[in-house]
């Protein structure tokens, strides 16, 4: 059957005006509640939004949409972001991932459909509908989290949620027939599906809603089974807030659990060898430092291949034998000044992705370690994986940039040539754009990697509006990706910057250490420091710079807002944590103690207290232009520490400038996945508050 379809693409949401003084905001009732902590009182004026669920909660919450459609429509008529975005992001391209027999691929029906799942035997068939997530339900808005497809290729289980939670639940279909089985399994959050025999493994936690999340449990369950009848493999009952991974290898061979315990900062590794003559999980290696980071690849004869942080910075790759497991071997050295991203085992080569000051490289090795191709890639673009079967000859990857889309490529692993899958068209000449690396000093003399992208005819030796956005935690690696949204921002005159601040793993495990915990600030200090590089070197003005970032990204917006509000123009935090104070609180907070602190102990306390944006809002001071971006079922990140920002900014007689606040109805952390219009409308937006408050005052 040939289906005409619109591949999935990502659009980024982490990512008029009128003075706010004529804005009329919904009242906000104050109903102050004080905390003590250490002898320090800590008020909180809108503890009352905390019941999200409550009608007056929703009352206020629809009342603010109204305020935030109502004033962003002056300056869509002006910038008309979402036809223009809309026009950037129709990129045709496809984008198959292999796993077993077939090539599996998302994408949308059409413009106001969630993507669904296709399949296809060969690259070149067309695709087929395996799964259309508006057959699970026409009530829920259905987000696919992943699949798993079983060793003899029969069966595809996939994990769903529901209007944007980070509760799933697990269904199983036959690929050749599309009929799905009846095993059905829920309460599964922060889990894969890893296939074993007739049956796979999987993780959930008790019903908690936005309270505290805790008690994780690895199951296994066996098809045609009801789940109540689901074996457990573990749990720790001495330590309700471990949270656990897990795997199996590409043969079945090996089950392999990491445990991870963030209060303590120790990680825990386990496997069963089912060729033993008594299969169980037993340890492999334990009592891992945060900082020795140890993740089994996969399995290569009787050892276990690992990619390994433990006394480098950079990563390496080691050898396990499970029946001495002290015992390492490295495989692939540490390279000094290149850091180690990614590793794919073929049956005799080894496929690696480093980066090198921003530039990323892709390098073949044999099982002995030694190099046999290398492919460069040029400055700002990034590779998104490497796809196939252990046993293929030829494996796709894809690279894009922030303004040119993802291009496939075929690797042929005998010859190492590389051809597009196909070509990548778009309707607007990515060509026009020029990509610059720079390194700026941060408060302490640290070298920060810094992107700048602008128009090749933009004079940017004068002021010009920009956006400067970062990530900075947690490790996360924050790689270049096509947004259509910043094409868009480029092509009206604007520069976009992207700090690699700490926090981030962009420079191995040593420059995320110095951006977590005690040394957080070292983050909202390097993203500050950006700023006040972009305005000394006439690259823009406080009245031409503009901030964003989403989750962690959204907390460093919030920080350095109400740090150093006179660097910028306006702010657009999105699902962000601002309230640091009673984070730890809901949901998976009280698991990232580790990258904040925690007001359990007084240090961690005065730590949070001193950079936690809601309780550092000054009543005289008038703040940027704010868009504060959430959604109202995020159970990441509640949408109340939002909600809370908003009404203490908006009920201050000093801010003059609008704050505004958008919430995504039905939808989770990643905002509006329900549908392509609806994504395009968030970032759309996003834009026009941006380019008008940048623009027009």
Do not use: C
């Not at 399994?185 to 309270?211: L, T």
């Not at 276990?304 to 433990?310: D, P, Q, V």
């Not at 602190?597 to 000054?618: M, Q, T, W």
């Amino acid at each position: 059957m040939k289906t005409n379809i619109i591949i999935a693409i990502s659009i980024f949401i982490f990512p008029i005006f009128i003075n706010s003084q004529t804005l009329q905001y919904p009242t906000t009732a104050k109903e102050s509640v004080i905390d003590t902590f250490y002898n320090t009182p800590v008020e909180d004026e809108y503890r009352w939004l905390e019941n999200i669920k409550s009608e007056k909660t929703k009352n206020w919450v629809n009342k603010q949409n109204e305020l935030t459609k109502k004033t962003l429509k002056k300056a869509a008529f002006k910038y008309n972001s979402y036809v223009v975005i809309d026009k950037y992001s129709n990129v045709q391209y496809s984008n198959p991932q292999k796993y077993g027999e077939y090539y599996f691929t998302y994408a949308y029906y059409n413009t106001v459909s969630v993507p669904a799942l296709f399949y296809q035997k060969a690259l070149m068939d067309n695709p087929s509908l395996l799964v259309d997530p508006s057959f699970i339900s026409t009530k829920d808005n259905i987000s696919f989290k992943g699949y798993a497809i079983s060793k003899d290729s029969k069966l595809l289980a996939y994990q769903f949620s529901r209007n944007g939670s980070d509760w799933g639940e697990i269904k199983v279909v036959n690929i050749k027939t599309g009929i799905h089985k009846n095993d059905y399994i829920k309460n599964v959050k922060f889990s894969n599906i890893a296939w074993k025999d007739d049956g796979f493994y999987y993780s959930r936690y008790p019903e908690q809603g936005i309270g505290a999340t805790s008690g994780q449990e690895v199951y296994y369950h066996k098809l045609n089974t009801e789940q109540n009848k689901d074996h457990l493999v573990f749990k720790r009952k001495s330590n309700p807030d471990a949270s656990f991974s897990f795997f199996t290898t590409y043969d079945e061979r090996f089950f392999i659990l990491k445990e991870i315990n963030e209060q303590r900062g120790i990680v825990n590794i386990f496997y069963i060898d089912f060729n033993s003559q008594i299969p169980a999980l037993r340890p492999l290696i334990t009592r891992l430092g945060f900082d020795e980071s140890v993740d089994i690849i996969d399995s290569h004869g009787d050892e276990l291949i690992a990619e390994s942080f433990k006394n480098v910075n950079n990563g390496m790759v080691v050898k396990i034998n499970p029946s001495n497991p002290r015992q390492w071997s490295v495989l692939i050295p540490e390279y000094e000044s290149a850091l180690l991203l990614n590793v794919m085992l073929l049956e005799d080569k080894i496929l690696t992705l480093y980066q090198s000051n921003q530039k990323q490289q892709i390098i073949i090795f044999d099982y002995q370690g030694e190099v046999l191709h290398a492919i460069n890639l040029p400055l700002g673009f990034s590779v998104h994986g490497f796809n196939g079967e252990k046993t293929d000859k030829k494996i796709l990857f894809s690279y894009s940039g922030y303004t040119q889309p993802k291009i496939v490529y075929i690797l042929n692993t005998e010859t190492y040539e590389i051809k597009p899958l196909r070509a990548t068209v778009v309707n607007f000449d990515y060509s026009q754009f020029a990509t610059k690396e720079i390194e700026y000093e941060s408060f302490d003399s640290t070298k920060v990697p810094l992107f700048m992208i602008y128009k090749k005819d933009l004079d940017i030796t004068k002021p010009n509006p920009t956006l400067l956005k970062a990530y900075g935690g947690f490790g996360i690696i924050s790689s270049p990706s096509f947004d259509p949204g910043i094409v868009h921002f480029l092509k009206e005159g604007g520069i976009f910057v992207f700090a690699n601040i700490r926090g981030g793993g962009d420079k191995g495990t040593e420059w995320a250490n110095q951006g977590r915990g005690i040394y957080k600030q070292n983050s909202f200090n390097d993203f500050i420091a950006a700023a006040e590089y972009l305005i000394k070197n006439n690259y823009t003005t406080p009245g031409k710079l503009a901030i964003t970032g989403a989750s962690n990204g959204g907390l460093v917006v919030g920080v350095a807002m109400t740090q150093r509000p006179d660097l910028f123009k306006v702010a657009v935090p999105v699902v962000a944590p601002f309230d640091m104070i009673r984070f730890e609180k809901f949901t998976i907070g009280h698991f990232h103690a580790d990258e904040y602190g925690s007001v359990k102990d007084s240090a961690g306390f005065k730590r949070l207290l001193a950079y936690s944006p809601l309780h550092n809002i000054k009543e005289n001071i008038n703040y940027p232009a704010t868009l504060i971006m959430t959604s109202d079922n995020d159970d990441r990140v509640p949408p109340l520490h939002s909600y809370k920002f908003a009404a203490k900014l908006q009920n201050r007689n000093a801010q003059k400038n609008p704050v505004l606040l958008r919430v995504e109805k039905n939808a989770g952390h990643y905002g509006a996945t329900s549908s392509f219009k609806k994504q395009l409308k968030e970032e759309a937006d996003m834009y026009d508050f941006i380019l008008y408050n940048l623009t027009e005052n």
